[in-house]
């Protein structure tokens, strides 16, 4: 993996209407390997930040770049398919459906990417297999504990081999030794060279991460090297 930013941004805002100015200004690259968390209250603009991060919204101002490429100029579809190629996501509610089976709500995280069924499949089984789920395959997901259905999300976020991983609150639904297992597999991910974006209210899943980005009132107001505690 080379040192190239993942993903840039470079004086990033936000302004809904009504003048709501969610992010001003902001500035920061992600790069392979990074473990980060992005913290702050709420309201503060860090989901906002993840969001143009992750090319589910676009900046009013400044430039936001994924894989070298500058998401303004791309059209909505272009958009979907950088997502797809190049960004994980993994969030609180799991988002999992449940009318499929285990296997085939992370096989459906290849469905745009022009992969056949049986290796829609296949990825999927190896993908759950090695987070622990090979018995599981044939499950939905309410017969799952909550740290399972969290690590079948995590999963389907990794069927694709994306470049970067963006998780919203992975742990805020999970009892501590969930939450700290699927900390773990994250932090497993960054070692192998995986950008990984946590936005945790948690300062305790914080202090575990390399390295921390403090947002508030839509502007970064920190930026240790280092956590430690």
Not at 32 to 44: C, E, I, N, R
Not at 48 to 66: C, F, I, S
Not at 73 to 80: K, Q, V
Not at 171 to 184: F, K, P, Q, S, Y
Request: with cysteine; charged share 25%; proline share 4%.
């Amino acid at each position: 993996m080379t040192d190239a930013a993942v993903i840039e941004c470079t004086d990033v805002s936000r302004v809904y209407p009504g003048g709501v100015r969610a992010l001003d200004r902001v500035s920061l690259a992600v790069r392979p390997g990074d473990f980060l968390a992005v913290v702050g209250p709420s309201g503060s603009g860090k989901s906002t930040l993840l969001q143009l991060m992750g090319a589910l919204d676009r900046p009013t101002g400044g430039e936001v770049r994924v894989a070298g490429t500058e998401l303004g100029r791309l059209s909505d579809g272009a958009l979907s398919r950088l997502r797809g190629e190049t960004i994980g996501f993994v969030f609180q509610q799991f988002h999992l459906s449940p009318l499929m089976s285990v296997c085939d709500n992370v096989a459906e995280g290849l469905l745009y990417s022009g992969v056949r069924h049986r290796e829609r499949r296949l990825l999927a089984v190896d993908k759950l297999t090695r987070l622990g789920l090979g018995h599981r395959l044939r499950h939905r997901p309410d017969a799952l504990s909550g740290g399972e259905r969290q690590r079948v999300a995590i999963a389907r976020a990794l069927v694709g081999d994306p470049a970067v991983i963006l998780a919203d609150e992975p742990t805020g639904n999970l009892d501590t030794a969930n939450g700290d297992t699927v900390i773990e597999i994250l932090r497993g991910l960054a070692a192998g060279g995986t950008a990984v974006v946590v936005v945790t209210h948690d300062r305790e899943v914080a202090a575990g991460m390399d390295r921390v980005i403090e947002v508030r009132d839509g502007r970064i107001v920190d930026v240790p090297d280092r956590v430690t505690g």
